[in-house]
């Protein structure tokens, strides 16, 4: 019996220093072959008393069976070892945490504003980006010859359609729609044959306002844009309107804000409706009033957070949009 314990250690740590094939069948010849180990073991059988027989057979059986599944069991892993280590998986590895979304200035911005202008009852409607000259151009007073098509000729499609350059086309989409009394913004975004720099980008976002009812006049204009600038700087923000030209309102003007010390910087044109703009949707300029003015959220939103460059809001540059 112990001699059987003893072959079994012995076999096992030899067993447990092999790495090659040649070990291997070494091993099985020394113990499995026909004069190894076990082979002797069995030779001694005859040799014993008749009552010892049975039982120590058995046992050699037994140690027999045991080393037969050892070496194999050795076999597999030397031969599956150097080809196939598997996947290693370290549990103490700390995990990767989860990057939390989180909405674009843009965005923001743009939700911000929306929310003034519905405290004020305008409502936000939204318009194609794809567009006709018509309501590009045409209902807004600006004919086929016209010289103030040059900034804002874009990118045409098909069927004489083309990328919106100014979201002015909405005004004419709700007009043509409704009735008045009208109180409306609608954001989106705009495409133009700018050359792209700090300031510049031949895509942008606006957002329109149009009011219209039997009598507004320029100081409800002033007044809200006053207003939402305030809502947006503070209470102690420096607003200029300066004249300016549009096609589609008279008289209109630009809005500067101050910036530093002394820089003005334009962030929205605006202008009472022009009666030709009325006439194109179908209304009665003798009987109706209103204001329009288009807005550049880049504009705004790179004077509030103080972004230098307007190429920072379409990079998808992480390290920048996480800072909102
Ligand atoms: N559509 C003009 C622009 O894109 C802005 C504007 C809108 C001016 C409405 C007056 C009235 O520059």
Redesign the pocket.
């Known amino acids: 019996m112990s001699t059987i314990q003893q072959i079994l250690d012995e076999a096992s740590k030899e067993l447990s220093g092999l790495t090659n094939a040649e070990g291997i069948e070494a091993f099985r010849i020394r113990f499995l072959g026909k004069k190894g180990k076990i082979g002797e073991l069995m030779a001694r059988i005859p040799s014993l008393a008749p009552a010892e027989r049975r039982q120590f057979g058995a046992d050699v059986n037994k140690l027999k069976s045991e080393l037969e599944i050892q070496l194999a069991e050795k076999k597999l892993a030397i031969s599956e070892a150097p080809r196939n280590p598997g996947p290693v998986l370290d549990m103490t590895l700390p995990a990767i945490a989860p990057h939390a979304g989180r909405l674009h200035p843009l965005r923001q911005t743009i939700d911000e504003i929306m929310a003034i202008f519905s405290r004020m009852g305008f409502e936000s409607v939204e318009g194609p980006e794809i567009e006709t000259e018509f309501h590009n151009f045409t209902a807004?007073n600006i004919p086929l010859q016209h010289a103030s098509r040059d900034a804002?000729d874009t990118f045409y499609t098909t069927q004489g359609r083309l990328l919106r350059?100014?979201?002015?086309t909405v005004?004419i989409r709700i007009m043509q729609k409704r009735k008045p009394p009208l109180r409306m913004i609608a954001p989106g975004r705009?495409y133009r044959p700018d050359t792209v720099d700090a300031s510049h980008s031949f895509m942008f976002h606006?957002i329109?306002?149009?009011m219209v009812d039997d009598k507004v006049s320029f100081s409800d204009l002033k007044g809200i844009l006053h207003h939402t600038l305030r809502e947006l700087f503070g209470k102690d923000v420096k607003v200029r309107f300066r004249p300016h030209f549009?096609p589609?309102?008279e008289p209109?003007v630009e809005v500067d804000l101050l910036w530093g010390k002394n820089r003005w910087l334009e962030i929205?044109?605006?202008?009472m409706v022009h009666p030709k703009v009325f006439e194109a949707v179908g209304y009665d300029p003798a009987e109706v009033q209103g204001f329009?003015?288009?807005?550049g959220v880049e504009r705004l939103a790179m004077l509030r957070y103080g972004i230098p460059d307007i190429r920072y809001f379409y990079e998808n540059d992480r390290r920048f949009l996480r800072q909102f």
Do not use: D, I, R
């Open positions: 807004l804002f350059s100014q979201t002015s005004q705009v606006q329109e306002g149009l549009f589609f309102t209109s929205l044109g605006a202008g329009a003015f288009g807005m």
